[in-house]
C-alpha cells in the first residue's frame, strides 16, 4: 500500500474498534461524536457498511465520504432537525457520544463533576444523553482510559445504564442498548448477566493489569482475552489517504 508502514498505531487501533460499532448496522444515521468515532464510521461505510447515512453536522445528509472536517461533496438529502429528532425516537440512529463519567452499568455523566447543589465543575450539561440512551443504540467513545472516567458511581446520571433502565420498567428497556464501549486501552461491553461492564477485548501492547488499574470499579475479565482486531491494509489505506490524511487520529490518542 502507499502512504507509508502497514504497522498500525494505537490510533488507528481505536479507529478500527469504533468503526465496528455500525458492522450490520444497516441503514441507519451514525452520529460520531469525536475525530476517531468520525474516522471509525466513515471508515465503516467505505468498507462493510456502505448504507450508513451521515450528515454534514447540520441539516445534510452526505453522499460520499471525503477527509473529516471537509464539506461533502456529494449531498444526497435533507435532514432537517425534526426528523433528526423523530429517527432517534424511533431507534433509527446509533450515536457513539462521549463521557466525562462513566459506571459499571453504564450511566454516563456529561453535566456536571461534584454535588449537584454546589458543583466543583460544570460541563456540557445533560443535552439529549436521556433520549438517545432510552431510544437508540449508544455507544461510548473514551480517549483516555483512567479513574476519573470509569468511576463507582456517577456525579449525575445524563446517559442511563442498564440498571437504571431496568428499575424504570418495559418502556426505559424496550430500545435501551449499550453495544460498545471503545477507550485508548480496549473495547468493553455489557454482555454480563448483571449487565456490568466486562472486558471484550484489549489493543496490542495493553495488559489486564494495566486496565485494571485505570478502572474505579470491578471489572469483569474473562479467562481469555481477546485482542482488538488489526486493520487491514486496505483499511490502513483508507484511513491514512481518504478518510484522515491530517493524521488528526494520532492527536487524540498519541502513539506511546
Avoid at 15 to 37: K, N
Avoid at 82 to 103: N, P
Avoid at 199 to 228: M, N
Avoid at 238 to 254: C, K
Wanted: charged residues 25%.
Amino acid at each position: 500500500m502507499s502512504g507509508g508502514t502497514t504497522t498500525a498505531t494505537r490510533a488507528e487501533y481505536c479507529v478500527v474498534a469504533c468503526s465496528e460499532v455500525w458492522r450490520g448496522a444497516g441503514e441507519v444515521l451514525a452520529s460520531p461524536m469525536g475525530t476517531i468515532p468520525a474516522i471509525g464510521a466513515g471508515l465503516a461505510r467505505l468498507t462493510f457498511s456502505p448504507d450508513l447515512l451521515m450528515t454534514d453536522g447540520e441539516a445534510l445528509l452526505a453522499g460520499d465520504v471525503g477527509a473529516v472536517g471537509e464539506k461533502a461533496r456529494v449531498v444526497e438529502g435533507w435532514l432537517p432537525y425534526r426528523q433528526h429528532l423523530a429517527m432517534v425516537a424511533t431507534g433509527r440512529r446509533h450515536v457513539m457520544m462521549g463521557a466525562s463519567q462513566l459506571d459499571r452499568h453504564g450511566n454516563q455523566n456529561i453535566s456536571c463533576i461534584g454535588d449537584w447543589d454546589r458543583p466543583a465543575r460544570q460541563l456540557l450539561g445533560v443535552r439529549g444523553a436521556p433520549v438517545n440512551t432510552l431510544n437508540n443504540p449508544t455507544s461510548y467513545w473514551i480517549p483516555r482510559h483512567s479513574r476519573r472516567v470509569f468511576v463507582e458511581r456517577v456525579d449525575m446520571v445524563c446517559g442511563v445504564g442498564y440498571d437504571r433502565a431496568a428499575a424504570a420498567g418495559p418502556s426505559a428497556t424496550r430500545f435501551h442498548r449499550i453495544p460498545d464501549v471503545v477507550t485508548d486501552l480496549g473495547v468493553f461491553d455489557f454482555e454480563t448477566p448483571d449487565r456490568t461492564m466486562r472486558v471484550r477485548s484489549l489493543h496490542p501492547g495493553v495488559t489486564v493489569d494495566e486496565v485494571v488499574e485505570a478502572t474505579g470499579f470491578a471489572l469483569a475479565v474473562p479467562d481469555e482475552v481477546a485482542r482488538t482486531r488489526e486493520p487491514t491494509a486496505e483499511e490502513l489505506r483508507l484511513i491514512r489517504e481518504v478518510v484522515d490524511p491530517a493524521g488528526l487520529r494520532e492527536r487524540e490518542v498519541p502513539s506511546a
